[in-house]
């Protein structure tokens, strides 16, 4: 599977983390419908430690499509409602990548 972490690198994680990004996604998420900044910046860092820690950066010369897409570490509670929650109709914050 691969991540991009909005505004730095795409990762490669064996799909036996995906039930942990998708944990942390929902606290995420859970924040993001709390309008919960402390609980959002919080869950974030969380995930993008996980996903450093578990991943392995994919070179830049190497051009794969996102499976997922994670806010930018310095993304806010507001900017991730406006770009994220609802810009795709979906609900969760990693958001699928989209063709666009």
Known sequence: MIVRIMAEDQ??????????????????E???NDGDEEKFQQALRDLIASIKENGQ???????VVSDLIVPAHDMTLA??????????????????????
């Open 11 to 28: 990762y490669r994680l064996d799909d036996s983390h995906l039930a942990q990004i998708e944990q942390l996604d929902n606290v995420m």
């Open 30 to 32: 859970q924040a993001l």
């Open 57 to 63: 950066v994919v070179p830049v010369d190497e051009i």
């Open 79 to 100: 900017e991730a409602r406006s770009r994220l929650h609802h810009a795709n109709g979906t609900s969760g914050t990693a958001s699928p990548e989209s063709d666009e």
